[in-house]
């Protein structure tokens, strides 16, 4: 720790001459018009004091160097401290928090199935650690049709989901004398015959029941029966329609309320209750005693009414958009290769928003796929 000197000083040479002879180490020398600044360690500035009252030099301390300068400066400063407490607690209650989380190990299983469960358990957003229920959600997790076992953790301020997805099964050991169809419209992007002949090639379009692997041999004499065996994969474009009216007649609270009060004894209730006043409404009820068999209950009675809603449709798209992907990706089978390609048509009719969204995959299409 070093003590800062500003001298008033006209001969510095002199001085720094009376200082080494007192064997003070003069640091981080500096001139300033007619004033010397040095620093000097903080144990050799009584020795420089006495060298300057001795001479009659005017003199003042700037400041300090090292540790005990960083805690005057910081405790003239209480913004400073201020900020630092503040951001520590910020950094500590962050800790608190998960705002985020990481699916991995799904080659096979639709992400967008995992997506649900989170949202369910309420593992999206912004989230409570000490609310989050990991053991229901591995547990949902590990319900999804293609998992095997999940982990479920949170490591920092995320949620990490790590899955394990059962191993394909067997094909089954007896021939199959019948072709192979396909069960989906689909452009074909493989096929791989264990036996029988493929009667598609990639990239052919195919519809749904067209024939894919025929149950024969073909060679030059002829051909004869074998079982039609093998995978065929193909990219599969799934579709769903969307309408978002201009105008909705939705029912809504208006404010008006009616509360009444009832009495219970032992579980019978004591009068005759108040009727509400309202034809629809929301009933909530609110215990305000209990005990020796006597219960008073609260009913709050909240009217409803049906109201004309106009919606505008541009700003409201995209929500629905997204809302209605979701959907559409839960109809997506889990052991399909997601390709992400997404189109998405729109078109305004009689007041009326149609939103047709097309999600395309890479699936097997074989029917021997869907028997396992």
């Not at 401290?81 to 639709?110: E, M, P």
């Not at 369910?120 to 957003?125: D, H, I, L, R, V």
């Not at 591995?138 to 999804?144: D, G, H, N, T």
């Not at 065996?229 to 609270?253: F, I, N, S």
């Amino acid at each position: 720790m070093k003590t800062r000197y500003v001298v008033s000083c006209r001969r510095p040479a002199f001085l720094c001459d009376r200082l080494l002879a007192k064997g003070v180490l003069l640091d981080a020398i500096d001139r300033e018009g007619e004033k010397l600044c040095f620093s000097v360690s903080f144990r050799q500035s009584a020795a420089v004091e006495e060298v300057l009252s001795e001479y009659g030099f005017d003199y003042t301390k700037k400041g300090y160097l090292g540790a005990r300068a960083f805690l005057r400066a910081l405790l003239s400063r209480p913004f400073l401290i201020i900020s630092f407490v503040l951001t520590l607690a910020l950094v500590i209650l962050s800790q608190s928090f998960v705002y985020g989380y990481t699916i991995k190990g799904n080659r096979l299983v639709n992400t967008a199935s995992v997506e649900a469960v989170l949202r369910e358990n309420g593992a999206t957003g912004l989230v409570y650690k000490r609310k989050l229920d990991t053991a229901a959600i591995k547990k949902a997790v590990i319900a999804i049709e293609g998992v095997s076992f999940a982990g479920v953790k949170t490591e920092g301020n995320r949620l990490l989901v790590d899955i394990k997805e059962e191993l394909p099964r067997e094909e089954p050991d007896e021939e199959r004398f019948e072709p192979i169809t396909s069960l989906h419209s689909a452009v074909v992007t493989r096929i791989v015959a264990e036996s029988g002949t493929p009667v598609v090639h990639s990239g052919d379009r195919v519809q749904a029941g067209d024939l894919l692997i025929s149950p024969t041999y073909t060679f030059t004499e002829g051909e004869a029966p074998s079982p039609a065996r093998g995978e065929v994969w193909g990219v599969v474009t799934y579709q769903k329609e969307v309408l978002l009216p201009l105008y909705t007649v939705e029912t809504v609270r208006t404010g008006e309320v009616f509360k009444a009060k009832t009495l219970s004894l032992f579980g019978k209730e004591i009068g005759k209750s108040a009727l509400p006043p309202f034809d629809r409404y929301d009933l909530a009820e609110r215990v305000l005693y209990s005990g020796c068999g006597v219960t008073v209950t609260e009913k709050t009675y909240m009217k409803k009414a049906s109201v004309t809603l106009c919606h505008d449709l541009d700003a409201e798209a995209p929500a629905v958009l997204k809302r209605g992907l979701e959907e559409l990706l839960l109809d997506v089978p889990f052991l399909s290769r997601e390709r992400g390609k997404t189109l998405v048509t729109q078109k305004k009719l009689d007041n009326v928003l149609y939103i047709v969204i097309y999600y395309s995959v890479e699936q097997r299409i074989d029917p021997l796929f869907t028997a396992r």
